[in-house]
């Protein structure tokens, strides 16, 4: 039970680290959604990466991996490192820079002025959650999956499992089950953004993101050393006739599925809560340390992850009934990581990656609802900052309420890895709409709407024939298209839609022109 203890001690302390952070809480909202614009290189750095390395970075990764073998370390990270850096710089100070100049606070504000239209900000509004849901699931969902292979054994008259088919102890049984762990982690993250805001994430993002980074690290050492080194881990596998092929990306990764993952990581430019995190910055030189860290820290927690599931495909074996590539890190963790105390940490460590993109992400919806329906269609003068900060708050709970809920009903029905890159591709598909706001002088309202619309509709058909609807046997792996992943079609279509329809139609108010591009 002690690494169980550790664990609960690490999420007490983020409790506490919540209520620290109110009583730094000047009660107004600008404070409240973006610490009145006041953070630092550091803090910058480490809540913008914390709240990129989601449960998709180590659940999902290492699952992958496990199953698809170690290109999996090229198709997201390899890209991720570059791109997302890239973005950033090109688009990030640009978005920091104007939200400073106009006051802005979410995406849905700056669009609603680049094109000089109330409506785009309410189309924006419910596509922006369609996409974010789904990121939110893949936290919550990691976080029980992690939690029941961790604990398994722990508890086997509370939470028994039926034996395997062979006669075999099921090898989770006993552990805390995924509904009991995932409420949980979103009651831990609900508790610090309530009560601190986007203060309170910044500050939780950061202290996670040194955790789930030092914890990583040890988790890599003691599992390759139990398993016998570097290279014998690496040897078992190449030795293991069903596992070797996964040591090799041909066969299992196409050379135009790998070239067309470099799509997704635009997705970042579009994600509303790195929107918010980037408005946060004191000043422009904050973005350096983030420009050029990224890249090494997203090689500090992805490589470890995708190895340990490379070598789970030899130590493991082939999953049984029931089982998820999901609990692979959990799993090896939990078998390997033999010190009580160290396997707690290694726990912690591994939820604080999960949740530091969940508490961005709560609170990036409630500051949308606040700021995009309710005071946009009331007026700024109508409510307090109390009452403004109270009705963020409550959507803040029902948008916890409602993710929790969705993921208890998909259980295992939904790859933390492949729900992850479907959220992605929405994001990244938009992302032609962010550079043209930014660089184009000569884009339309028009040509924004029809970008958003089309975008969306071909999404949500490609997201149906791969995730919802059911497929034959023998075709259950990720939908391709022409050999490419589905986001070349969609960024495809949004560019040349926003391209046409905005060369076809009638430009912008000089005004707003010039308040943009002075």
């Not at 409630?366 to 946009?376: A, C, L, Q």
């Not at 993710?403 to 938009?430: M, R």
């Not at 279509?493 to 046409?500: E, G, K, R």
Request: proline share 5%; hydrophobic share 55%.
């Amino acid at each position: 039970m002690v690494s169980l203890y550790v664990i609960t001690g690490y999420l007490v302390l983020l409790i506490g680290l919540g209520l620290v952070s109110n009583r730094f809480f000047k009660g107004t909202a600008a404070d409240y959604f973006v610490v009145s614009r006041s953070v630092g290189s550091f803090l910058l750095l480490m809540s913008i990466f914390g709240t990129t390395m989601t449960g998709f970075a180590l659940v999902g990764s290492t699952g992958k991996a496990f199953s698809s073998g170690i290109g999996v370390y090229g198709l997201m990270a390899s890209w991720s490192g570059l791109i997302h850096s890239a973005v950033f710089f090109v688009i990030g100070i640009r978005l920091w820079a104007a939200g400073k100049k106009h006051g802005y606070v979410t995406q849905c504000e700056y669009f609603r002025a680049r094109f000089d239209s109330d409506s785009i900000g309410y189309l924006l509004f419910p596509i922006l959650i369609m996409l974010v849901i789904p990121y939110l699931l893949v936290g919550v969902i990691s976080a029980g999956k992690f939690l029941q292979p961790t604990t398994a054994g722990l508890f086997p008259e509370a939470f028994p499992l039926p034996d395997l088919p062979n006669g075999k102890p099921h090898p989770l049984s006993g552990g805390i089950p995924p509904w009991l762990g995932s409420g949980v982690i979103c009651l831990i993250v609900l508790s610090y953004v309530f009560f601190g805001g986007l203060r309170g994430a910044v500050w939780a993002n950061t202290f996670q993101t040194l955790v789930f980074m030092v914890t990583g690290v040890i988790a890599f050492y003691m599992i390759s050393s139990r398993l016998g080194g570097f290279a014998a881990a690496s040897q078992a596998v190449a030795d293991n006739v069903k596992a070797a092929p996964r040591l090799a990306r041909e066969g299992l990764v196409g050379q135009l599925q790998f070239l067309s993952y470099c799509f997704i990581p635009l997705s970042v430019g579009m994600f509303p809560h790195l929107f918010q995190h980037w408005l946060t910055a004191k000043e422009a030189k904050s973005f350096r340390l983030t420009v050029v860290a990224h890249p090494l820290f997203i090689l500090i927690v992805w490589l470890p992850c995708v190895l340990i599931g490379l070598w789970a495909t030899a130590y493991l074996g082939e999953l049984g009934p029931g089982q998820s590539p999901n609990s692979v890190l959990g799993r090896m963790i939990g078998q390997l990581v033999h010190s009580p105390v160290l396997s707690g940490l290694v726990g912690a460590g591994v939820l604080a990656a999960i949740m530091s993109s969940l508490d961005s992400q709560f609170m990036c919806l409630g500051t949308m609802f606040t700021k995009d329906i309710v005071i946009h269609k009331f007026g700024e003068d109508r409510f307090t900052d109390k009452q403004k900060i109270l009705i963020a708050r409550i959507f803040i709970v029902v948008v916890v309420g409602l993710t929790y809920a969705l993921a208890i009903y998909l259980k295992d029905s939904a790859h933390v890895f492949d729900l992850g890159v479907w959220c992605f591709s929405g994001f990244a598909a938009l992302f032609p709409l962010i550079v043209a706001a930014v660089y184009w002088k000569g884009v339309t309202r028009a040509g924004a709407f029809a970008c958003v619309i089309t975008t969306t509709l071909v999404w949500c058909v490609l997201f149906y024939r791969d995730i919802l609807a059911e497929k034959p046997v023998g075709m259950e792996d990720e939908l391709l298209i022409a050999g490419m992943m589905p986001v070349t079609i969609m960024i495809a279509v949004s560019a040349v839609t926003l391209v046409v329809v905005s060369l076809l139609t009638p430009k912008l108010p000089e005004v707003t022109i010039r308040k943009f591009f002075d």
